[in-house]
Every structure is written in C-alpha cells, then in structure tokens.
C-alpha cells in the first residue's frame, strides 16, 4: 500500500485533514498559521493567526480579527492572502492563497453569538490595534461587535511541500484547474 505523500490525492486529503483538525484542536498545527498580506505601501506582513474555518467543499478557511487592525486595511488594498501551516510530525509544509472578503454587522451576527464572552473582548481594542500608547496598560478591551471581522477566504491554490526521508515531493493543486495536481520540482 501507498504512502499518503506517493499520490497528488493522498497529499491534498492530507493538507484537508491537517486544516480540518487545526479548527477542531488547538494544539494542532494548522490552529496557527501564519497570515500574510501585502500593506498599502506594497510591502510584506505576516502574523499568526487561528483558523476558525476550513471547509473543503467550498475551498475557504475563515479567520476573525478586530476591523480595525492592520491586516484589514491590507485586505481592502489587496484581497489577496497567502497562508502557511508547517505540520511537522507530517513533514508536511501548506501554503495557499486565497481571496479575502471582509465580513461584519448583520453578516457575522451568528458567528459573533457564538464566541465565547471571554474571547470577545479580542475585538474591541481602543485605541486600535498597533496604535502606540504611552505604557503597557494604556489600553481597553471591551467587545465590540462593530469591530468583529471575519476574513473569508476563498482559496485558489494550495501547495504541499513533504519532506520525505528519501525524496521531497511537491504539488501545485489549482482551484481554477478542478483542484488537480502538478507536481513540481521541491
Ligand atoms: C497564537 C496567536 C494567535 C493569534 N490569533 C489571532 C487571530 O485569530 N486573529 C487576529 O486578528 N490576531 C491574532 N493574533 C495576533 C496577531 O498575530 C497580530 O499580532 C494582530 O492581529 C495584529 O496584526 P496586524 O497589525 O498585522 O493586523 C494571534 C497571535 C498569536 C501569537
């Protein structure tokens, strides 16, 4: 019997499960990507995020931030995102790229009800994210629904990059191509 990594299709139910399990476990890999965006200026930015969502069928991970943090400016310049997932017990290297709606109000309302009071004050920082303050403490939570986001993304590619003990194996999977498989040189 194959290996997962031998196939194009073994790999792509892998980079699913490890999604899949990254929204459900918290000490999964894939609960913490890294989120790249590109600002206004042009330039790069990343940060670690939580994967709220993963949903095969339709191709989309979904993460919530507060609107008025950095990322959601970039998302307005350039909706396109890339985000990447190293799964090493796997050996196994997700990265993709998909196209961020901004969601808020009304849209999100059942997501918002859903959250945790704990966890709500994540959105609702005054002043916003990245504003500098005079001390540690010059700063307030308080949940705010206005200020609760969600990035939907709608993915278009993903690649799977395994390090295997005797070869490396890459594959390029396109949403525009039926999310078949092309390997590629590692
Ligand atoms: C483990 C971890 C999880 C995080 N999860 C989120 C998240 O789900 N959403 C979010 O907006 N920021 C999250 N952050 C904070 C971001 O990394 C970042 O500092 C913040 O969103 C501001 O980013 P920005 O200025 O680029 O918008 C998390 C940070 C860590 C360390």
Redesign the pocket.
């Given at each position: 019997m194959s290996e997962w990594f031998e196939t194009q299709t073994g790999m792509l139910d892998e980079v699913w499960r490890q999604l899949t399990r990254g929204v459900a476990d918290a000490k999964a890999p894939a609960r913490?990507p890294v989120l790249a965006?590109v600002s206004a200026d042009g330039l790069p930015?990343a940060?670690?995020?939580?994967l709220?969502a993963a949903e095969r069928s339709a191709a989309r991970i979904e993460?919530?931030?507060?609107l008025n943090?950095?990322?959601?400016a970039?998302l307005h310049h350039q909706p396109m995102a890339a985000l990447h997932v190293w799964a090493s017990k796997a050996h196994l290297q997700i990265r993709l790229a998909a196209r961020m709606t901004i969601r808020t109000g009304d849209e999100v309302e059942r997501i918002w009800a859903a959250i945790p009071e704990a966890s709500r004050g994540?959105y609702g920082v005054t002043p916003a994210?990245?504003t500098p303050i005079a001390d540690d403490r010059a700063f307030a939570r308080a949940p705010d629904r206005s200020a609760f986001a969600v990035l939907d993304g709608q993915i278009q590619w993903i690649e799977a990059l395994h390090l295997g003990r005797d070869l490396h194996r890459r594959v390029l999977y396109r949403a525009d191509a039926g999310w078949s498989g092309q390997w590629l040189a590692p």
């Open positions: 913490h965006t930015e940060r670690t995020v939580v709220r993460i919530h931030t507060d943090s950095a990322k959601v970039s994540n994210p990245g």
